[in-house]
Structure formats: C-alpha cells, structure tokens
C-alpha cells in the first residue's frame, strides 16, 4: 500500500480569469485524504490553478496516480462551471509516493517514485479581468455533494475551452439540443421559457412556414445551413454579442434539464 501526493496545473484561458489562495477540501473518492487547490496570476499575467491531491493506502502508485487525475478533472469542471470560466487540460507535475510499512513484514519505507517538478507558463497575450474568490465559497463548492447536473459539467468546460467564440457558441447551443431531446423546437421552447422577451424571427425554412426563431437557433441554422442572404462574418459577431446570454442559459440548462 502507497501514500503520497500528486499534483497538476492548468491554464486558466482567455476571458475572466480568478484568483484564490491555496484551500484544502475534502474528496469523497476512496483513497484521497483531502485535496488543496490555488489560482495564482503571476507578474507576466499568466493565470493557473494548480491542485495537490493527497493520497493514503492506494494498493499501488498507478491506481493513485488514476485517482488523482479523476478527482482532479473533477475539480477543474465543478470551477469552471461554477465560475463559467476557461481551465484547460491539467498536466502532472509531481508524483511523490511513499510505501507503507506493513504490521508484521520489514518493510522499508521510502520515497519509491519522484517525478521532478515541471512549469507551465504560457503568455496570455491579452490583459483580462481576474476575479478574488473567497476561499470559503471555493471549498463550499468542491464540497458540494451531487450538485444538479454535474454529469454534464465536462461538457461545458470543454465549450469554454473553444477556440473561437463562435466555436463556444455553436458548443453550447449542441449542449442545450442535447439536453431538449435533439429538438430544435423544444430548444427554442425551453429558452422562451425562460426569457419570455428573447428575439425572435420568422424560420426561412420551407418545412417550417410560420414557425419562429429565437436569435440562438436563427444564428445556429446561418452558420450550419445554406441560407440566402447571410454574411457569415455578421452572423459570427452576432454569435459573439450573444455569447454571454448562452453560457448562462446552458449552465441553467444542465442544472434543471439533466
């Protein structure tokens, strides 16, 4: 059996960044005792969290290692999702791994496994607003017990991630489709819901006389189907300009849809 430590770091993307320091929480994953985090922003405006999970009676260093990255990744969604921002995809940068002397064997205990350190620092390019988060509203969120569609948590840190905004667009709009049935109508149907006043206009589509849009499906058919008359550079901006209003529509999406 195996105790140690297993750390990672993250890029926190373009958009609004946060900034906390380091809080230990607690994990229900067999095997983990607790779990620290910390969102730095250094002098050079690179912005990362980093997380050390701490391990105790893991049978071998492969499954702790495994047992890191799960909890990890798991961390990383319940933030970005929380936070609505941009974490990208964690690399390890220590494993440090100790054998525990069995009752009864001589066994030598020692550090088996060090993996050196390794810095990730990449430039953002760009100034952005970085958000303090209060340490106790952080640890009340990691501790949450199964919040409302966390399932789905992944998906949504993976649209923040896009590579363009209009690519962000067109993934939370996909998250949403999934989570109406695949039905555009029920999409445009649940978002009135919930914004009674949200724009609309006529569907151009013949199979369609009479229906309505709102703007989220009208931009996601301009830019997935042929239609006469569309500026595909408008209707990316467009995308752009309603961007905000999505990534809180989608994230009250998986909260009340799944």
Wanted: proline letters at 5%; hydrophobic letters at 40%; aromatic letters at 6%.
């Amino acid at each position: 059996m195996y105790k140690g430590v297993v750390s990672f770091e993250a890029e926190i993307g373009r958009g609004v960044g946060i900034r906390f320091p380091k809080v230990a929480f607690r994990s229900p994953a067999a095997g983990v005792e607790k779990v620290e985090i910390e969102a730095v922003l250094d002098e050079a405006g690179n912005n990362s969290v980093s997380t050390a999970v701490h391990l105790e009676g893991v049978p071998t260093q492969q499954t702790g290692l495994a047992i890191a990255r799960v909890v990890t990744t798991s961390t990383l969604n319940r933030l970005a999702f929380n936070q609505s921002i941009s974490i990208g995809t964690p690399r390890c940068t220590k494993q440090e791994f100790e054998a525990i002397p069995q009752r009864g064997l001589d066994q030598v205990s020692g550090w088996v496994l060090v993996a050196g350190a390794t810095e990730v620092s990449t430039a953002l390019g760009e100034m952005k607003p970085v958000l303090g988060l209060a340490p106790d509203l952080v640890r009340a969120h990691l501790e949450e017990t199964t919040p409302a569609g966390e399932g789905n948590y992944g998906l949504f840190r993976s649209a923040r991630q896009s590579e363009s905004r209009a690519e962000e667009f067109l993934h939370l709009y996909l998250i949403i489709l999934m989570l109406c049935g695949d039905a555009q109508d029920g999409v445009d149907a649940w978002i009135k819901s919930r914004d009674p006043n949200v724009a609309e206009t006529p569907s151009p589509d013949p199979r369609k006389k009479g229906r309505m849009e709102t703007v989220y499906t009208r931009l996601r058919n301009e830019f997935g189907h042929k239609r006469a008359g569309v500026d595909l550079d408008n209707t990316k901006k467009e995308m752009s300009e309603q961007l905000e209003r999505l990534r809180e529509l989608a994230r009250v999406a998986i909260r009340t849809l799944t």
